[in-house]
């Protein structure tokens, strides 16, 4: 961005709106509707009269970037723009959202069921904030339960009356209802991922007043050890492999190629009879780290055996990649289990990013194509890794859907890694 400095407010936002529009022309996502009606919504802005409130432009902004419908399209920002956040950390079950994690203020908030935020029923604000983020209705609602705790983009969207405070009504784990008025705080640098928020464990990137939810029972091997971002385990009385990944990419100094090479050493001396492929938290990172890993698996367990491959709508980008990897390289031999991957089989990524001159939001724009059902040979549009990656697979759909209650993990269940487990103790030699 060049700009002249602006002679007032309005001027500085005229110029922002002007560079939003050329980085949206870079994106590639956008079809041709849905483009000439991010460009009149620009223009539209451009032409007001008045400053726009900045969680109201955040927000107008972010609708713009989601008529792509493309998963990576997003808006963003850079330190001076990050929004106020609500100390409270929830989850999505497939019968709620709950509060898993919370200031120790608010810890009469934990294990409850949201019902409405500043009056407006749970549905109706999720409904809201899944407009905030293009792609598929899973990724949506992945992201709405990161916005839920964005105090600009409650108020932005209409949902919170000011910048000071958020009132939340839910029904506790007692059945008793809790209203809390809620009053945000400046977030640090390094906020935990959303791949975390299933575990009971303290969250330590929020610092020592932040607590967890305890269930009734002890969480099973797939919510534990959450500081853990890849991990093999051979389970108990059973010749079955467990494999978990929680990126794509390395993580401070858990290492991903380094865990592969252990891994395949460690397989390859000892063949498992199953494997269990844990890839619901992958929310992707630098998928080259992973082909060769990947296209490999089958070949590290025993002929017979069977790879149970879980995923969720957490599982994206890369993390899709290497889904699909895993897919396309054992055929019959892979089970898909849990519920759809974030996104569809044909996207845009690998873009670059641009600021705005006057006020720090960031826009994602998507250049390169991946389309995992066909080969994606156009040089002009799929990303060139493509050509050297042919991979085709006809869905990453799950064979069964599995979802997961509040009240299943409360009692100490994963009902996605029971199935896998059934599945492949009745399998064994």
Same mark, same amino acid.
């Given at each position: 961005?060049?700009?002249?400095?602006?002679?007032?407010?309005?001027? !500085?936002?005229?110029? =922002?709106?002007?560079?939003?529009?050329?980085?949206?022309?870079?994106?590639?996502?956008?079809?041709?509707?849905?483009?000439?009606?991010?460009?009149?919504?620009?223009?539209?802005?451009?032409?007001?009269?008045?400053?726009?409130?900045?969680?109201?432009?955040?927000?107008?902004?972010?609708?713009?970037? !989601?008529?792509?419908?493309?998963?990576?399209?997003?808006?963003?920002?850079?330190?001076?723009?990050?929004?106020?956040?609500?100390?409270?950390?929830?989850?999505?079950?497939?019968?709620?959202?709950?509060?898993?994690?919370? &200031?120790?203020?608010?810890?009469?908030?934990?294990?409850?069921?949201?019902?409405?935020?500043?009056?407006?029923?749970?549905?109706?604000?999720?409904?809201?904030?899944?407009?905030?983020?293009?792609? &598929?209705?899973?990724?949506?609602?992945?992201?709405?339960?990161?916005?839920?705790?964005?105090?600009?983009?409650?108020?932005? !969207?209409?949902?919170?009356?000011?910048?000071?405070?958020?009132?939340?009504?839910?029904?506790?784990?007692?059945?008793?209802?809790?209203?809390?008025?809620?009053?945000?705080?400046?977030?640090?640098?390094?906020?935990?991922?959303?791949?975390?928020?299933?575990?009971?464990?303290?969250?330590?990137?929020?610092?020592?007043?932040?607590?967890?939810?305890?269930?009734?029972?002890?969480?099973?091997?797939?919510?534990?050890?959450?500081?853990?971002?890849?991990?093999?385990?051979?389970?108990?009385?059973?010749?079955?492999?467990?494999?978990?990944?929680?990126?794509?990419?390395?993580?401070?100094? =858990?290492?991903?190629?380094?865990?592969?090479?252990?891994?395949?050493?460690?397989?390859?001396?000892?063949?498992?009879?199953?494997?269990?492929?844990?890839?619901?938290?992958?929310?992707?990172?630098?998928?080259?780290?992973?082909?060769?890993?990947?296209?490999?698996?089958?070949?590290?367990?025993?002929?017979?055996?069977?790879?149970?491959?879980?995923?969720?709508?957490?599982?994206?980008?890369?993390?899709?990649?290497?889904?699909?990897?895993?897919?396309?390289?054992?055929?019959?031999?892979?089970?898909?289990?849990?519920?759809?991957?974030?996104?569809?089989?044909?996207?845009?990524?690998?873009?670059?990013?641009?600021?705005?001159?006057?006020?720090?939001?960031?826009?994602?724009?998507?250049?390169?194509?991946?389309?995992?059902?066909?080969?994606?040979?156009?040089?002009?549009?799929?990303?060139?890794?493509?050509?050297?990656?042919?991979?085709?697979?006809?869905?990453?759909?799950?064979?069964?859907?599995?979802?997961?209650?509040?009240?299943?993990?409360?009692?100490?269940?994963?009902?996605?890694?029971?199935?896998?487990?059934?599945?492949?103790?009745?399998?064994?030699?």
């Amino acid at each position: 961005a060049s700009y002249r400095k602006p002679n007032d407010p309005l001027e !500085a936002q005229r110029q =922002n709106l002007d560079y939003f529009a050329k980085l949206i022309a870079m994106d590639r996502s956008y079809s041709t509707e849905a483009r000439a009606q991010a460009q009149r919504r620009t223009v539209e802005l451009a032409d007001l009269k008045t400053v726009v409130p900045r969680p109201n432009f955040r927000v107008a902004l972010m609708e713009i970037a !989601a008529l792509a419908d493309n998963g990576h399209t997003r808006v963003g920002s850079d330190s001076g723009a990050n929004p106020m956040e609500l100390p409270v950390r929830v989850a999505a079950f497939s019968d709620g959202i709950y509060v898993l994690h919370a &200031t120790k203020t608010y810890a009469d908030l934990l294990g409850g069921k949201i019902v409405s935020i500043d009056g407006h029923p749970i549905d109706e604000v999720m409904a809201r904030l899944e407009q905030l983020r293009g792609g &598929t209705p899973q990724w949506r609602k992945a992201y709405a339960q990161v916005y839920i705790g964005w105090q600009d983009v409650l108020v932005g !969207a209409g949902i919170a009356p000011d910048m000071g405070h958020s009132t939340w009504t839910v029904t506790s784990p007692s059945g008793t209802t809790v209203t809390r008025t809620l009053t945000p705080y400046t977030p640090s640098e390094d906020e935990p991922d959303m791949n975390r928020i299933y575990t009971n464990e303290p969250l330590k990137d929020l610092g020592a007043d932040w607590v967890a939810y305890q269930p009734e029972r002890t969480l099973p091997i797939t919510f534990s050890d959450s500081d853990m971002t890849f991990r093999r385990v051979r389970l108990p009385h059973s010749c079955v492999m467990l494999i978990q990944f929680r990126s794509n990419d390395d993580v401070g100094n =858990n290492r991903i190629m380094d865990f592969e090479a252990a891994t395949k050493a460690d397989m390859q001396a000892n063949k498992p009879c199953q494997l269990i492929f844990d890839n619901r938290f992958n929310d992707g990172g630098n998928l080259t780290k992973t082909i060769f890993f990947a296209k490999d698996l089958p070949d590290f367990i025993a002929p017979s055996g069977h790879i149970y491959l879980l995923t969720s709508g957490m599982t994206f980008s890369a993390g899709i990649t290497t889904t699909a990897l895993i897919k396309h390289a054992g055929g019959d031999r892979v089970t898909i289990l849990g519920e759809p991957v974030g996104d569809r089989l044909a996207f845009f990524a690998e873009g670059g990013r641009g600021c705005l001159p006057n006020y720090p939001l960031c826009l994602q724009y998507e250049t390169g194509k991946h389309d995992y059902g066909h080969s994606c040979t156009d040089l002009d549009t799929c990303f060139w890794l493509n050509w050297l990656l042919p991979l085709s697979v006809k869905t990453l759909l799950p064979d069964e859907i599995i979802t997961m209650t509040f009240d299943d993990w409360r009692q100490g269940r994963d009902p996605v890694f029971e199935r896998a487990m059934a599945l492949a103790n009745r399998n064994e030699p």
